[in-house]
Protein backbone atom coordinates (compact mmCIF):
# COMPACT_ATOMS: atom_id res chain seq x y z
CA UNK A 1 0.00 0.00 0.00
CA UNK A 2 1.58 3.76 -1.03
CA UNK A 3 0.91 6.79 0.79
CA UNK A 4 -1.52 9.15 -0.05
CA UNK A 5 0.44 12.17 -1.70
CA UNK A 6 -0.13 15.58 -0.26
CA UNK A 7 -2.70 17.74 -2.71
CA UNK A 8 0.15 20.49 -2.21
CA UNK A 9 2.65 18.31 -4.20
CA UNK A 10 0.24 16.90 -6.55
CA UNK A 11 -0.87 20.11 -7.75
CA UNK A 12 2.89 21.07 -8.32
CA UNK A 13 3.37 17.60 -10.18
CA UNK A 14 0.30 18.65 -13.02
CA UNK A 15 0.44 21.20 -14.94
CA UNK A 16 -2.31 23.57 -14.51
CA UNK A 17 -3.38 24.42 -18.01
CA UNK A 18 -2.96 21.96 -21.01
CA UNK A 19 0.00 22.30 -22.85
CA UNK A 20 0.13 23.48 -26.33
CA UNK A 21 0.70 21.17 -29.26
CA UNK A 22 3.95 21.32 -30.42
CA UNK A 23 4.23 22.49 -34.24
CA UNK A 24 3.75 19.89 -36.63
CA UNK A 25 1.47 18.07 -33.99
CA UNK A 26 -1.73 17.34 -35.30
CA UNK A 27 -4.55 17.25 -32.10
CA UNK A 28 -7.04 14.50 -32.26
CA UNK A 29 -10.28 15.24 -30.27
CA UNK A 30 -12.34 12.64 -29.18
CA UNK A 31 -15.64 12.66 -27.45
CA UNK A 32 -15.33 8.83 -26.10
CA UNK A 33 -18.66 8.34 -27.12
CA UNK A 34 -18.09 4.48 -26.84
CA UNK A 35 -16.58 4.45 -23.50
CA UNK A 36 -13.72 2.53 -22.66
CA UNK A 37 -11.88 1.03 -23.91
CA UNK A 38 -11.63 3.91 -26.45
CA UNK A 39 -9.76 3.62 -29.94
CA UNK A 40 -8.65 6.80 -31.40
CA UNK A 41 -7.14 6.15 -35.67
CA UNK A 42 -3.94 8.40 -36.01
CA UNK A 43 -2.85 6.96 -39.33
CA UNK A 44 -3.48 3.46 -41.73
CA UNK A 45 -2.78 0.97 -39.65
CA UNK A 46 -1.69 3.09 -36.75
CA UNK A 47 -4.07 3.82 -33.60
CA UNK A 48 -3.99 4.60 -30.07
CA UNK A 49 -6.17 3.03 -27.41
CA UNK A 50 -7.37 4.29 -23.63
CA UNK A 51 -7.55 1.44 -21.82
CA UNK A 52 -8.18 1.02 -17.98
CA UNK A 53 -6.96 -2.53 -16.17
CA UNK A 54 -10.13 -4.22 -15.73
CA UNK A 55 -8.91 -5.18 -12.01
CA UNK A 56 -10.15 -1.32 -11.47
CA UNK A 57 -13.63 -0.87 -12.73
CA UNK A 58 -15.53 -2.77 -10.05
CA UNK A 59 -15.40 0.34 -7.79
CA UNK A 60 -17.39 2.57 -10.60
CA UNK A 61 -19.94 -0.48 -10.74
CA UNK A 62 -22.95 1.49 -9.08
CA UNK A 63 -21.70 5.35 -9.18
CA UNK A 64 -23.44 8.01 -10.88
CA UNK A 65 -22.76 7.30 -14.56
CA UNK A 66 -21.99 11.43 -14.47
CA UNK A 67 -19.57 11.23 -11.88
CA UNK A 68 -16.04 11.89 -13.10
CA UNK A 69 -13.26 9.53 -12.52
CA UNK A 70 -10.54 11.33 -14.23
CA UNK A 71 -9.88 14.70 -15.37
CA UNK A 72 -7.42 17.40 -16.84
CA UNK A 73 -7.45 20.43 -16.48
CA UNK A 74 -9.51 20.55 -13.37
CA UNK A 75 -12.04 23.55 -13.28
CA UNK A 76 -16.12 23.60 -14.26
CA UNK A 77 -16.14 21.59 -17.49
CA UNK A 78 -14.84 18.80 -15.11
CA UNK A 79 -16.32 19.16 -12.20
CA UNK A 80 -17.48 16.16 -9.97
CA UNK A 81 -21.03 15.55 -10.02
CA UNK A 82 -23.00 16.01 -6.64
CA UNK A 83 -22.69 12.17 -5.71
CA UNK A 84 -21.09 11.49 -2.27
CA UNK A 85 -17.40 10.58 -2.34
CA UNK A 86 -16.72 6.81 -2.92
CA UNK A 87 -14.70 5.31 0.20
CA UNK A 88 -15.10 1.93 -1.87
CA UNK A 89 -12.42 3.54 -4.60
CA UNK A 90 -9.10 1.61 -3.88
CA UNK A 91 -7.07 4.76 -3.87
CA UNK A 92 -9.30 6.70 -2.20
CA UNK A 93 -10.00 10.55 -4.45
CA UNK A 94 -7.19 9.59 -6.51
CA UNK A 95 -7.47 9.51 -10.39
CA UNK A 96 -7.10 5.18 -11.52
CA UNK A 97 -4.00 4.30 -13.63
CA UNK A 98 -5.72 5.01 -17.39
CA UNK A 99 -3.19 4.49 -20.37
CA UNK A 100 -2.53 4.75 -23.80
CA UNK A 101 -1.38 2.11 -26.07
CA UNK A 102 -0.21 2.49 -29.72
CA UNK A 103 -1.42 0.15 -31.64
CA UNK A 104 0.59 -0.79 -35.14
CA UNK A 105 -0.94 -3.53 -37.41
CA UNK A 106 -3.78 -3.98 -34.52
CA UNK A 107 -1.04 -5.38 -32.29
CA UNK A 108 0.02 -3.57 -29.20
CA UNK A 109 3.29 -2.23 -29.21
CA UNK A 110 3.49 0.70 -26.65
CA UNK A 111 2.06 2.14 -23.47
CA UNK A 112 2.15 4.69 -21.49
CA UNK A 113 0.30 6.39 -18.59
CA UNK A 114 -2.36 9.16 -19.00
CA UNK A 115 0.03 12.37 -17.49
CA UNK A 116 -1.00 15.83 -18.05
CA UNK A 117 1.31 17.77 -20.81
CA UNK A 118 4.01 14.58 -20.90
CA UNK A 119 5.10 13.69 -24.70
CA UNK A 120 6.47 10.35 -25.29
CA UNK A 121 8.18 8.97 -28.36
CA UNK A 122 6.91 5.10 -28.85
CA UNK A 123 7.89 2.72 -28.88
CA UNK A 124 11.18 3.27 -26.67
CA UNK A 125 12.80 0.79 -29.04
CA UNK A 126 11.98 2.00 -32.44
CA UNK A 127 9.83 5.01 -32.19
CA UNK A 128 6.55 5.21 -34.62
CA UNK A 129 4.70 8.13 -33.19
CA UNK A 130 5.25 11.00 -30.77
CA UNK A 131 2.60 11.39 -28.65
CA UNK A 132 1.47 14.56 -26.04
CA UNK A 133 -1.30 14.39 -24.29
CA UNK A 134 -3.65 17.92 -23.73
CA UNK A 135 -6.65 17.06 -21.67
CA UNK A 136 -9.67 14.05 -20.98
CA UNK A 137 -12.32 13.88 -18.66
CA UNK A 138 -13.19 10.40 -17.63
CA UNK A 139 -17.25 9.49 -16.38
CA UNK A 140 -17.62 6.30 -14.56
CA UNK A 141 -20.29 5.82 -17.16
CA UNK A 142 -17.58 5.49 -19.85
CA UNK A 143 -15.58 3.06 -17.13
CA UNK A 144 -18.68 0.62 -17.02
CA UNK A 145 -20.30 0.88 -20.18
CA UNK A 146 -23.23 2.96 -19.47
CA UNK A 147 -24.65 6.04 -21.02
CA UNK A 148 -21.41 8.43 -22.03
CA UNK A 149 -22.07 11.90 -22.22
CA UNK A 150 -19.48 14.46 -21.02
CA UNK A 151 -16.60 12.26 -22.02
CA UNK A 152 -13.08 13.81 -23.51
CA UNK A 153 -9.80 12.58 -24.41
CA UNK A 154 -7.23 14.91 -26.55
CA UNK A 155 -3.88 14.18 -27.36
CA UNK A 156 -1.62 15.92 -30.10
CA UNK A 157 0.62 12.89 -31.97
CA UNK A 158 2.98 12.88 -35.44
CA UNK A 159 4.79 9.89 -36.87
CA UNK A 160 8.43 10.06 -36.07
CA UNK A 161 10.61 10.44 -38.98
CA UNK A 162 14.28 10.67 -39.76
CA UNK A 163 17.71 9.58 -38.29
CA UNK A 164 17.15 11.63 -34.58
CA UNK A 165 13.67 10.69 -33.31
CA UNK A 166 14.41 12.65 -30.24
CA UNK A 167 13.79 16.13 -32.37
CA UNK A 168 10.68 15.33 -33.76
CA UNK A 169 8.79 16.71 -30.78
CA UNK A 170 11.34 19.72 -29.82
Do not use: K, Y
Request: overall charge neutral; proline content about 16%; some cysteine.
Amino acid sequence: MTAPISPLLLRSLVPPEPTAPPAGFTVVDDDLAQGLPALLPLAPRLSLGLVLPTGRVRSWLDADPGEVVSAHPTGPASAPSTAPPRPSWPDGAFPPPLRLVVLADEAAVAAMPLVAASTRLLPDDRPLVAVRVLAWRITAGAVVGAPVRGCRLRIAWRPVTGADPAQEWR
